[in-house]
Every structure is written in C-alpha cells, then in structure tokens.
C-alpha cells in the first residue's frame, strides 16, 4: 500500500483503535448453522479448500439420492481427482474452429460444440468424484435406508472447530457422529456412537464411483452403473486398516481407512466396502486419500485437534465484522450470510487449483473452472485480510503461462491470452468461451490486491511476469480506429453480459474501464521496479475508447447501444456497474453513473438471468456513488430469484443449488462498504449512517 493509501486509512485506523476489538467467536457461533429436521437444501461441509465431503443429517452420507433429487447433492470431493475419457479419434481445438473475420484478420476460435470433437474437448478432463461413505443396514432384514427412518434430528456445525456434530434416531435407535477435515491432508475424521453398531444392523458403507453419469454438466448423480470399467484394488488390509487403491482409465487415487481400534471390514462387492466395530457401539476412522502415493494412516483425535487449531486461527485471523445492536431488521440475516460465506470460502475456494462454481460440493461444468469467476471466488479474501488464499490461486495462472503463451500466439497476439473455461492443464473448452475477454485483466487486478497487502519488492518480483505477460496481451487486443483516432476493444468479442452478438461487439462499457485500469496498474508495477512505462502500453491506455452512453447513462456497450430502448437489452449481468464497484472507475462520469444505477434499479429485468454476484455488484457500484441505503437494499433484494441463503449458507441460482460467487461477491462487496477504498470520507462507508445500522469492522484493507 502506498504511502497515499496509508495516510487515506489513518482516520479509520484510530477509530478502529478505539473501539473494543470484535468479540469474533460470538459473532460466529451465533450464526452456527442448527438444523431439527431434513433440510435437503442444506447439507453441512467440512473440508480444507482442497478436499470436502458433505453430509446429509446423519452426519454422513446415508440418504444421497433423496437430497440429490430433492436439493444439494452429498459428495466427497477433491480439486485434484479428474479423470479423461480415451481420445482415440486424437481430437484438439482447431478441429472446432470457427474463423471471424475482423481488422483484417481472419482467425479461429474453438467454439463448435455439436459435433463430437466439440463435445469430447467439452466434457474433458472432468473431476472425478471421491467415495459415498454413509450408514448402511446389515443382516436379516437389511433394505436401503430413507427419510423416514431418520428422526429427532439434533445437527450442528461449529464453525469456530469447523467440526459437525449430527445426533439422530434411526430405526428408533440414537446415532451420533462427529466429524472433521485435517487442515494438513485430505482426511476426514469420524467418531460414530449407537447401538445398531453394536447389534450389527447398520454399518459404515464405502462405496467408489465409477464418475458422474454422463450427459448432465449441472449436478450429475454419481454413476454406479459400469463396475467392469474401473478397478478398487485392495492393497493392504489389517484388523485396524484397509488401503485401497481405485483407478480408472488414467485416473487414479489410493483410499486409507484406519482406527486405533479393531475394525469389521467386509468387502460387499467389486466397489463396496462395509466398515463396523469389530465389538461395542462406538466407531472411530479417519478416511485419507491421495493422488499420488498411499496416504498414512492419521489418528482421530489429532485430526480433531488439528481441525481446531485451525479454525480457531481462522478466524481470529484478517478482518471481522459485527452488526449487533443495529435496528434494521435485516442485519441479523448479512451478517448469518457473512459469516457463512467466509466458512463456505474457506474450504471450498483459496487452492492452488481454482474453484469451479460449484466448489467441492457438487459438479457443474464438468468440474471446470471458468476464470472470469476468479475474482469473485478470491479477490475477498485480500481483502478480508487473508491474502494467502488470494496468493494460491494465482499460482495457477503463474504454473499455465506456458498455455496462455500459446493461446495468445495461435490468435496474433502478444504475451499471455487467458483461458475462459478450462481444467487443471489449461486446456481451453470449446463454446462461446474463447470470445469471453473480462478474465483477462484479473491477474493484474488480484496481483495488485496482493502488493496493497504486502507492498516489497519481493511481491513485485513474484508476480511481475504474470502482470507483464497479462498487459502485453491487453494491449495487443486493442485495435486502431484511424477514423475515430483511438483504440477499440473487438470484435469480435463476448461481453460479461451474454446476450449481444460476438461478432459485432465492440467496445464494452465495463471491458473499456478494465482495460484502462489493467494497463494502468501494470505501468505502475514498472515503475515501482525502477523501470520507465511501457510506451506502447501508456498509447493505448491514453488512446482508449470513452465508455459509451446515450441520453445520460451507460449502456452495455457501443456497437449495440440499446440498453434503453430495448427491453430485450436489459436481461442477463448489468455488468457496465462495475465500472465503478469493482473497479474504480477509470472513464466513469460519476453523475452518468448514478443515473445509470437508478435505471437499473427501476426497469432492470430481475428475473431472467440475474445471478447470485450481479446484487452485492450491484452494492458496490452503489456505495461507491454514496448511496448507502441503495447499496444495503439491493444486497438483500428479495424479490429476485437467485438472492436467497440456505441454512448451510449456500447461494442458490436457477439449476445451482451451489453457487459460490454469490458468497465470494457478498464478501468483497461486504469489504468494501465496511472498509471502503481509496479516498472514501468516512469509516463503513457502504452502511448508513442514520443509526439504523451498528457497524463495528476491523482489519479490513480499502479497495483500490
């Protein structure tokens, strides 16, 4: 942070200094998530940001088809598990080219997905889901399990030990099981208690998938239906362990199971291992897995110690907040979904492979993630002050250099060209993808987030080749408009409001103020390292197209500019707001602005495609324009619908019932109306300050 940043802070310093520091654990355990009954929107997680599982209210995964069909699936998952269908037919992207012919180029984008080499390179690689592991009745008499043997649900998640603790009759008996994920390996910890242990009617049922079924990118149900076509080979197996290794095609992962005591192992079929006490009614295991290798046996105890440790660093740790003692009657509910989407964040988001929508709950895009998502999913915990998070994800982008490189040679241009929706390796996916162009500046942006955090040469160093390569690229998209005298942005293109014609595109309202700010930070980068601005770099940042409007406000973007006379024009993302919200807003005439967030407000359609990120956006760009009330009511607008939080915390959007840039942007838009930006005037600048609202905050860092 520069020493103009600090200074800026100062006022909001000494306030903070102040007031008496946030008692942090009652904030959390007040909105600790209690359930009494199914809720099968609302299954509960543990997990590490790498590795989770969720389960239903018998603390494991017992009723997996019912919550699938009826809400949010139950899963073991892991951002390294993927598998790749055999390409036999040696399909790659330019067999989906379609060429666009613009500036005097001709050049092709991999976006045909209805023939097979589009649908293959589509759905591949795609994660693999981990074992279902839930109770299971045994002996005469066994059938499968279903809600209504499953009553006096007592289910509570600590998110301060990030430990679940699930008591339920079942089959009239009591059950109870604890559960925890090690912060240090992907291992799941699990101390069960009930007598239909102890009698042998129920056991513990590992079972490993073969994948998802195919056909369905949203939400698909796990695929039992091909046992020849993958292997769990048991590789060792004791009274106290059982290590097996599953693979299938290329894909591969071991599984340890382990207990301090001995241990019933029954193998029920090919991909099915049942788990009980050997006597007595209580179970305790832990469950690790790994890609590579065999994972040791871990201890219970320690695993739940560590869990512990963990948390309690959390969240003691970076920023917090606390509404109590406000009267408006929707501060209780911000800040249960605050508190939520910082747990959720934690062990879904922050890996060194970027989350895709879904997280580790469930499957959507076939895993993949899409880095347009990436500052929603991460840029809040720098804020949060957990930069860490923030600095792990980037190392994906620093580790596929290499591809971007390439991508951006293939299309005629400089430095580094950034893929839309890709797995772990990179690899572009065909579709509408390749044309999406707001991912591009976010490297910059995030690396920038982290330099505010901690501002030394050495971060400079780190990130300096991502940021350079980025602009390069940034700059390279841009193209000289002699009859205008200056630089546009397409087409062809695709802007982050679908709806408009990517082969005419030009000159997107939000794109155009992304550019400016993008290249503008990589020409203080330089300068930070001693060196002189990029001229080429400072000509087109200089140069660049004005942000369109007509008749006093923004529109979506120049080619188009029907954002107001077309009610067709005002579906999908408002995204021209983040000119001014998430960015801000280089080009933007604050008063054209306000006018453009008021016609948002009044005739926007919310609801046809609105997403969980489009409100706490939308709050941004409000408490940016000074209009707390405007910014805390949209925030919480309840009339749209994709704006509601389950009791697990989870977002919910139209055939996602997880949807996680929904939390990660409530958490950067609650950071920047708790800890404002360069040059706000007041401490919780975003709130009002009419008394209805007690904001205490601390540890926050300002936006740029």
């Known amino acids: 942070m520069t020493q103009r940043h600090i ?9 903070a200094a102040q007031a008496a520091p946030i008692d942090r654990q009652a904030v959390v355990a007040r909105h600790n998530p209690q359930l009494a009954a199914i809720d099968f929107m609302s299954p509960l997680s543990v997990g590490n940001g790498r590795f989770a599982f969720t389960a239903d209210v018998t603390g494991l995964q017992t009723l997996p088809d019912h919550y699938h069909r009826e809400g949010t699936p139950t899963e073991t998952g892991a951002r390294w598990s993927w598998h790749e269908h055999a390409n036999p037919n040696g399909y790659k992207l330019s067999d989906v080219n379609r060429e666009y012919t613009a500036w005097g180029r001709t050049v092709g984008y991999p976006m045909n997905t209805k023939i097979p080499a589009g649908q293959w390179l589509r759905e591949n690689p795609h994660i693999h889901p981990l074992p279902q592991i839930g ?3 045994t002996g005469a008499g066994a059938r499968a399990l279903v809600p209504a043997d499953v009553t006096s649900v007592d289910q509570r998640l600590d998110m301060w030990k990030g430990q679940l603790d699930s008591r339920v009759r079942m089959l009239g008996q009591p059950v109870s099981v604890g559960s925890a994920v090690s912060p240090d390996s992907d291992t799941l910890a699990l101390r069960i208690r009930s007598p239909l242990l102890a009698s042998g009617r129920v056991a513990v049922r590992i079972a490993l998938p073969y994948g998802y079924q195919p056909g369905a990118h949203h939400n698909p149900p796990l695929d039992w239906s091909h046992p020849a076509g993958h292997q769990s080979k048991v590789l060792e197996q004791s009274g106290r362990k059982l290590v097996v290794e599953h693979i299938r095609d290329t894909a591969r992962y071991a599984m340890t199971v382990a207990s301090g005591a001995p241990l019933k192992i029954t193998r029920a079929g090919a991909h099915v291992f049942e788990i009980a006490p050997q006597s007595g009614e209580t179970l305790e295991l832990t469950v690790s897995f790994a890609k590579d290798g065999i994972a040791g046996a871990q201890d219970v105890a320690t695993v739940f110690a560590a869990s512990g440790a963990h948390w309690d660093k959390f969240w003691r740790s970076g920023a917090a907040i606390d509404f109590a003692g406000s009267k408006d009657p929707r501060a209780a509910e911000l800040e249960r979904r605050v508190v939520l989407s910082q747990y959720l964040a934690a062990i ?5 492979m970027p989350a895709s929508e879904s997280g580790l709950t469930t499957s959507t895009w076939y895993g993949k993630h899409h880095t347009e998502m990436v500052w929603w999913h991460t840029a809040h915990f720098a804020l949060w002050g957990r930069p860490e998070f923030t600095a792990r994800t980037l190392t994906w982008f620093q580790r596929t250099l290499p591809v971007a490189r390439a991508v951006a040679a293939e299309r005629g241009l400089k430095g580094a060209r950034w893929m839309k929706m890709t797995g772990p390796g990179g690899r572009e996916s065909p579709g509408g993808n390749p044309l999406i162009i707001w991912n591009q500046p976010h490297p910059i942006h995030l690396a920038e987030l982290l330099y505010r955090a901690d501002p030394t040469r050495e971060t400079l160093e780190r990130y ?3 940021v350079f390569e980025t602009a390069d690229c940034m700059a390279s998209m841009l193209h000289w408009d002699d009859k205008g005298q200056r630089y546009v942005l397409g087409p062809p293109l695709w802007i982050a409001q679908e709806i408009y014609d990517q082969a005419t595109s030009m000159n997107p309202t939000y794109e155009l103020s992304y550019w400016a700010r993008g290249l503008e930070i990589a020409q203080q980068w330089r300068e930070r390292l001693g060196m002189p601005r990029d001229a080429g770099w400072e000509q087109r ?5 004005k942000l369109p ?4 406000k923004y529109v979506a973007i120049e080619s188009t500019p029907d954002t107001w006379d077309n009610v067709d024009s005002r579906h999908d993302h408002p995204s021209f707001l983040m000119a001014l919200g998430q960015l801000p807003g280089d080009g933007v005439d604050r008063k054209v602005m306000r006018s453009t967030l008021d016609a948002v407000l009044a005739s926007w359609d919310w609801q046809t495609k609105i997403w969980g990120w489009d409100y706490p956006m939308i709050a941004m760009t409000a408490a940016r324009l000074d209009a707390p009330d405007l910014a805390v009511g949209v925030l919480l607008k309840s009339d749209g619908p994709n704006n509601g939080y389950t009791r697990a915390g989870h977002n919910p959007n139209k055939r996602l019932p997880v949807y996680l840039p929904g939390n990660g942007s409530l958490l950067a838009a609650v950071a920047l109306m708790a800890g404002g930006w360069d040059g ?5 600048p975003g709130f009002p300050a009419d008394g209805s609202w007690v904001v205490k905050a601390e540890g926050f860092m300002p936006l740029p």
């Open 464 to 466: 300096r080749e991502l």
């Open 135 to 137: 109770f299971i009745m």
């Open 680 to 684: 706000a005037t007041r401490p919780t």
């Open 549 to 552: 409007q007509k008749d006093g």
């Open 348 to 352: 879904q988001l922050g890996d060194e």
């Open 7 to 15: 200074l800026a802070c100062l006022p909001f310093i000494a306030m």
């Open 541 to 545: 940042r200089t140069k660049l197209s």
